[in-house]
């Protein structure tokens, strides 16, 4: 089985688009709450991105290539 691999670029001021990077195609599109501060950062079959919504920054952790959110933390 040959190996996939995803890249995950902002679309909007939310939503971010799943690439495949073998091909450029979009594979889904994930919508995640808050204005970006960190990210997306893709490490293997996850990416995380950190936003800030209310003075509190979350970071979102999703499988690739589905978007599912796996874990979620906040801090401030």
Not at 60 to 69: E, T
């Amino acid at each position: 089985m040959k190996n996939k691999f995803y890249t995950v670029i902002p679309m909007s001021s939310n939503m971010y688009s799943i690439n495949d990077m073998s091909n450029g195609a979009q594979v889904n599109r994930v919508t995640v709450p808050g204005e970006l501060v960190s990210g997306p950062v893709v490490t293997q079959d996850q990416c995380s991105i950190t936003t800030r919504e209310n003075q509190v920054n979350t970071t979102f952790i999703m499988k690739l290539p589905s978007g599912a959110i796996i874990n979620r933390f906040s801090t401030g």
